[in-house]
Each structure stands twice: as structure tokens, then as C-alpha cells.
């Protein structure tokens, strides 16, 4: 059985090598996980299924990120299943050349080795500059525009 600590080390190490397929067996089958700070508001992770759908989603744009955590930081707590994880994805846009930080603070419950449930605060700013998708989610922010049609808005 991997502690907290192990555990948190081989989902971010896995988020950079992977394999990405396993990625979903770090979480129980049943969990909560969460990215408050996560600009579009997402719906919370909520099973085994959920994650790996995540991790093995196709990313967001044809870019190669190579990248590993830096500036790890590792809390425990009074609760000996939660830690507080500091921490960065740093890396290297491979068809562009262009360096990225991605900070990050985990706040995760891990039982039996597996992860119950994770407040994954992240700069998602800095995460979609390096997929190149920062356009897409400042049009996804903004907000519409309502047209009048004979007399009623119409969103």
C-alpha cells in the first residue's frame, strides 16, 4: 500500500511519462475531485470512470508538452490521509520551443493508497497559454452577446 506522499509522487510523475491508462487506478472507484480555481467551473470528478476518461482524452490541441513537477513541497497534516502538495508542471512546448510553468497546490485524501478525493488548484491561465488554447478560453469567458428579435432578447 503506497502513503500519501508515494502516491501524489506517481500521479504527477504519471501525468508527465505516463502511461496515462493507468492514471485512474490511483483514484478510488468512488472519489471527488475538484478544480475550484478552474475559470469555466467543470463539474467535480466523481469515479474511477470520470478520471480516466480525463487523463486519456485526446489534450486540447496538437501540441506536445514535454514537461516534469519542479518546486515540490509536500505538507503532511494532523490527518495522516491528507497532504498539501506544492508544486509546478515546468516544461517545453516541443513544436513551438516555448517554455511553460504551470503552478499547482493539491489538497488530496488518500486512503489505502488511493486518492478519495483532491482540490487540484491549478493556474489553468498558464495550463491553456501552454496548449495554446488561451484564445479559446478567453472567448469561452466572455460573454455572449443578446440579439432583439421582434421585441424579445433572445440569448
Not at 99 to 126: N, Q
Request: hydrophobic share 35%; aromatic share 8%; with cysteine.
Amino acid at each position: 500500500m503506497s502513503s500519501p506522499r508515494e502516491t501524489f509522487l506517481r500521479l504527477v510523475n504519471g501525468v508527465c511519462d505516463g502511461p496515462y491508462d493507468d492514471l485512474a487506478g490511483l483514484y478510488a472507484e468512488q472519489t471527488h475531485v475538484t478544480h475550484p480555481f478552474h475559470p469555466l467551473n467543470p463539474p467535480p470528478l466523481t469515479s474511477r470512470s470520470d478520471l480516466h476518461e480525463h487523463f486519456t482524452a485526446p489534450p486540447p490541441a496538437a501540441r506536445t508538452l514535454n514537461r516534469k513537477p519542479v518546486d515540490m513541497t509536500i505538507h503532511e497534516t494532523a490527518d495522516p490521509e491528507v497532504i498539501v502538495a506544492e508544486f509546478a508542471y515546468q516544461g517545453r512546448v516541443a513544436e513551438t520551443g516555448e517554455d511553460f510553468t504551470v503552478p499547482c497546490v493539491f489538497v488530496m485524501r488518500i486512503r489505502d493508497g488511493l486518492i478519495i478525493e483532491s482540490r487540484d488548484y491549478i493556474d489553468h491561465v498558464a495550463s491553456a497559454r501552454a496548449w495554446g488554447q488561451l484564445d479559446s478560453l478567453l472567448t469561452a469567458l466572455r460573454p455572449r452577446k443578446s440579439t432583439t428579435i421582434e421585441g424579445a432578447v433572445q440569448p
